[in-house]
């Protein structure tokens, strides 16, 4: 069974920058595609950033691109999401999930069985 544990988030300033991080245990960690998603107190949980496997694909939520990057460690099996510029919307407890295929982190109908504690971020002045 996958364990996933975020970690790195913290109070920034809006335009701060923040990296968090994913450790990836428990299965092979090239197989999957890779994603961290986001959940502000009263919302529901959205997707934002995914990578494939081979990280030769990225995706990004139309909010964060340009500002945030997503990218991989196979010697580490670990993720990570690089924030700049950030945003008081930009603001909840960031999770990172695994999926097939970066396509099937942002459906509407991902489900993951295996989210770990999140990390929080908040941007505030």
């Known amino acids: 069974q996958v364990h996933l544990a975020e970690s790195g988030g913290g109070l920034v300033q809006p335009g701060d920058s923040l990296r968090i991080s994913c450790a990836v245990s428990?299965?092979?960690?090239?197989?999957?595609?890779m994603g961290w998603f986001r959940q502000a107190p009263g919302q529901e949980r959205e997707f934002v950033a995914g990578?494939?496997?081979?990280?030769?694909?990225?995706d990004y939520t139309d909010s964060v691109k340009g500002r945030f990057t997503i990218s991989r460690d196979i010697a580490k099996n670990t993720i990570y999401l690089q924030m700049n510029d950030l945003k008081s919307e930009d603001t909840g407890t960031y999770y990172c999930?695994?999926?097939?295929?970066?396509?099937?982190?942002?459906?509407?109908?991902?489900?993951?069985?295996?989210w770990g504690q999140g990390t929080q971020v908040t941007v505030s002045s």
């Open positions: 990578i494939s496997w081979s990280a030769l694909k990225t």
């Open positions: 428990g299965r092979p960690f090239s197989s999957y595609a």
């Open positions: 999930a695994e999926a097939s295929n970066v396509a099937a982190l942002r459906t509407p109908s991902f489900q993951f069985a295996n």
